[in-house]
């Protein structure tokens, strides 16, 4: 099976909102991507409106539907709504995306830095995660690797976990990619064991995606935003994309 590519387009919003307006059109890059064989599209609307908008992340709805692509909203459940920014269970219920990726971010973190802890956490998630799967959605939730409660999440109705590769990534970048592949190898493992998917992402990109599908084999899913909007600057989106999913191809 090859893992399937969700990029995410939080970064042109970040880009548009430098400026205001319009530009960069994330509809119009999120289009791009998906014409140059990207599965899905992935987003992460953060209560402070830094990047993605709940406008932004409706027209995407409409967009991934049109191309009958994938779309993953990520975010925190637990988060309050706010104005502009009406809470991810009431987004998700509106929209009925293909997946939801929830995350135990806060607005003070610069991105997603870890994932849940189920035994803080898990009583909490139960109703939400139900009340997701009412709306159609497979429901993901982000852990580190080496969580030791991993089996918590087929319990609690989660369908896949998303693997938090940020520490890997680290590792990767400073040539010791073999401190982290081994406990995300046993993570992935023991989710599967549970009957949970896997899903990866963060920090992934060209330099090190490949030595991370060879060592986690049957990644259902790499949801790819910062780098890929990096790489895009230099090579374009179409080309850059098409190079994640060469990679892909020749490592899932
Ligand atoms: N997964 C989660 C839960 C995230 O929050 C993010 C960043 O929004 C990503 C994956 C993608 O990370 P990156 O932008 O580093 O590729």
């Known amino acids: 099976m090859t893992c399937r590519l969700s990029v995410n387009v939080n970064k042109i919003a970040v ?46 709805a409409r967009l991934t539907a049109q191309h009958g692509a994938e779309f993953n909203i990520e975010g925190n459940p637990f988060a309050p709504p706010r104005a502009g920014y009406p809470g991810l269970l009431p987004l998700c219920s509106e929209l009925g995306p293909t997946q939801v990726t929830l995350v135990p971010d806060g607005d003070g973190q610069l991105t997603s830095d870890h994932g849940f ?33 991993i089996e918590r999440a087929a319990d609690l109705g989660a369908d896949r976990i998303e693997l938090y590769t940020g520490p890997y ?68 989106l179409t080309a850059t994309v098409g190079s994640y999913l060469r990679i892909l191809a020749a490592h899932g």
Do not use: M, W
């Open 15 to 60: 880009l548009r909102n430098s400026r205001g307006g319009q530009d960069p059109d994330v509809v119009a890059a999120a289009a791009a991507c998906l014409d140059a064989g990207a599965h899905g599209i992935t987003v992460h609307p953060r209560p402070d409106r830094r990047h993605i908008h709940a406008e932004d992340v409706r027209a995407l």
């Open 117 to 149: 802890d189920f035994g803080r956490d898990g009583e909490r998630l139960l109703p939400l995660i139900a009340e997701l799967k009412v709306a159609g959605c497979r429901v993901s939730l982000f852990v580190d690797a080496g969580n030791p409660l």
């Open 169 to 236: 990534a680290a590792a990767f970048a400073a040539g010791q990619a073999q401190r982290e592949l081994p406990r995300l190898a046993e993570t992935a493992r023991r989710a599967r064991d549970a009957g949970l998917a896997v899903n990866a992402g963060h920090d992934l990109s060209q330099l090190n995606l490949a030595a991370f599908l060879d060592a986690i084999p049957g990644v259902q899913e790499v949801s790819i935003g910062h780098a890929l909007i990096g790489e895009a600057l230099y090579a374009g």
